[in-house]
């Protein structure tokens, strides 16, 4: 104890950890939702750093967020370069988001419309929209119709 009356947090570490159930909860998360718990331990620091980012590291193995795992890595490994992979991953990952951007753009340009911007904010039936938007703007022609699990067109 210090001479404040307060604990260290220090002492307070091993204490905390047998209470901390994000290794158990953290298994039903997706991953992107793990991260801000990983982000609060490392404030917390009820672990080691090194062992938050060995776990950031593996957990972003499988997702997109490249520049995230290499940054992760660096703060791993300083000195080190990091694996060519992750620079390989990093430039599909890229050249993916502009195609999807390409692809995405003449819709993006109806919705950012005011007019139909008004008419989103104001529309309480997403059915009515989408006719709306079928009519006015040539959407089902220029768009396929968005499919959900049932195979059937989903609601907007």
Avoid: C
Avoid at 11 to 22: F, R, V
Avoid at 82 to 94: D, I, N
């Amino acid at each position: 104890m210090s001479t404040s009356g307060t604990q260290s947090t220090h002492h307070l570490t091993p204490k905390m950890a047998e209470w901390d159930l994000t290794t158990r909860l953290g298994k039903y998360l997706d991953r992107h939702l793990v991260f801000p718990l990983l982000e609060f331990l490392s404030v917390k620091e009820i672990y080691e750093e090194n062992e938050l980012l060995e776990g950031k590291l593996e957990l972003l193995s499988n997702t997109n967020m490249v520049d995230f795992a290499l940054d992760v890595y660096q703060r791993l490994n300083p000195g080190v370069k990091p694996p060519e992979y992750l620079y390989s991953k990093r430039s599909e990952v890229v050249g993916q988001l502009k195609q999807l951007q390409i692809q995405t753009e003449p819709m993006l340009e109806i919705l950012l419309n005011p007019e139909v911007s008004a008419e989103i904010e104001k529309s309480r039936d997403s059915r009515q929209l989408f006719e709306l938007l079928q009519t006015k703007y040539d959407v089902s022609d220029r768009f396929p119709t968005p499919i959900g699990l049932s195979g059937r067109p989903m609601a907007l």
